[in-house]
């Protein structure tokens, strides 16, 4: 069985009020890129990788207006590809949905979330993800209210050899302190990013716990934002949200290599998932976001991980169509996991 998870910039824009794919030459929100070259792009990529399901990060919204399961159905259709159909949890008002795209020939799925409906005052016992958690996020003896911007997607998922098995896909909050201006309003912001995402970790935390304990094959995967090492602030904290999602190293934990790579040895060469363009300091930086984490029982099959990066991986290099769609469809690169279930 192979799973992807894949973050698509702007695939929103790629659809027009109908929910199908607009091939012209109008801008994607890409630098420089048309929707008709990034939808080409896409359609290599996701020909190429070829996996059974996809967990898509900042999939196309879901309102009144649009569908986000139609328009990827309607994606999926256009290039012929076996993982055609779409599901969707709860929706959010970012234009950036977390939805799975499927093979319903090999995989039944159903969006199939855990936890209590909790109100505006929350709870701090794992609420329902379109809910309020409560914690206690500056040690001030005062809980404070966290919500998740982009509710997390959890789905039942059973495959074509009868074995059951969870999925979360996750996009945690940027950590980035959009709007702030000066030093000391970025420093303060950025400080307040960090603890809601932490706080937004420690919620998934607990959640990946329960299963864990009750014995389900889990996989946890998506766009987390963070990774050991990469925010200065991450001292203040003591540990990156990636850590506290995967748990520490032992029975009860998560893995995927990448991240226990770079929680190892936070200096020297690291796998990277993205790769962004800095317009004032013109150049590009790269960065570990993406990861797909499982459960020891399935750790014990021998999974199998690879990033689709364009420069790094030399299958993906060495294809110039290939290497030129990576580059043209997103900032993120696609990250893979063939595992036998």
Not at 308 to 314: E, I, K, M, T
Request: hydrophobic share 40%; aromatic share 8%.
């Amino acid at each position: 069985m192979r799973i992807a998870t894949y973050n698509v910039e702007w695939f929103s824009n790629l659809f027009d009020t109908t929910d199908h794919l607009l091939m012209d030459d109008g801008w994607s929100g890409r630098q420089d890129v048309t929707r008709a070259q990034q939808i080409e792009a896409l359609g290599i990529v996701f020909t190429a990788v070829d996996a059974d399901a996809w967990m898509i990060i900042e999939a196309p919204d879901q309102n009144g207006k649009h569908s986000t399961e139609m328009a990827l159905e309607n994606f999926a259709a256009a290039f012929e590809l076996h993982a055609s159909k779409a599901l969707l949890g709860f929706g959010n008002d970012t234009q950036q949905e977390i939805a799975l795209l499927y093979d319903p020939k090999k995989l039944r799925a159903r969006h199939d979330p855990q936890g209590v409906e909790i109100g505006q005052k929350g709870a701090a016992d794992t609420p329902r993800f379109d809910g309020v958690f409560r914690i206690d996020l500056d040690v001030d003896a005062t809980q404070d209210t966290v919500r998740f911007s982009k509710p997390p997607l959890e789905v039942a998922l059973t495959t074509d050899k009868g074995n059951d098995l969870r999925l979360i896909g996750a996009h945690l909050k940027s950590k980035a302190p959009h709007g702030a201006r000066g030093r000391d309003a970025v420093m303060r912001l950025s400080i307040a990013n960090r603890r809601k995402q932490l706080a937004q970790a420690i919620w998934l935390r607990q959640r990946v716990e329960q299963h864990l304990d009750q014995g389900d094959p889990l996989i946890l995967l998506g766009d987390l934002n963070d990774g050991p090492g990469l925010d200065e602030y991450e001292n203040l904290f003591g540990r990156s949200s990636v850590e506290i999602v995967m748990g520490e190293e032992g029975e009860n934990c998560l893995f995927d290599p990448h991240a226990r790579q770079a929680a190892r040895a936070r200096f020297g060469p690291q796998a990277t998932t993205s790769r962004f363009y800095l317009s004032k300091k013109k150049k590009y930086i790269q960065a570990l976001l993406d990861y797909i984490m499982v459960s020891p029982d399935l750790r014990s099959k021998n999974p199998q991980w690879r990033i689709w990066h364009p420069f790094d991986d030399p299958d993906c290099f060495s294809i110039p169509e290939l290497r030129g769609a990576l580059l043209t469809a997103s900032d993120h690169f696609p990250v893979v996991l063939d595992v036998d279930v």
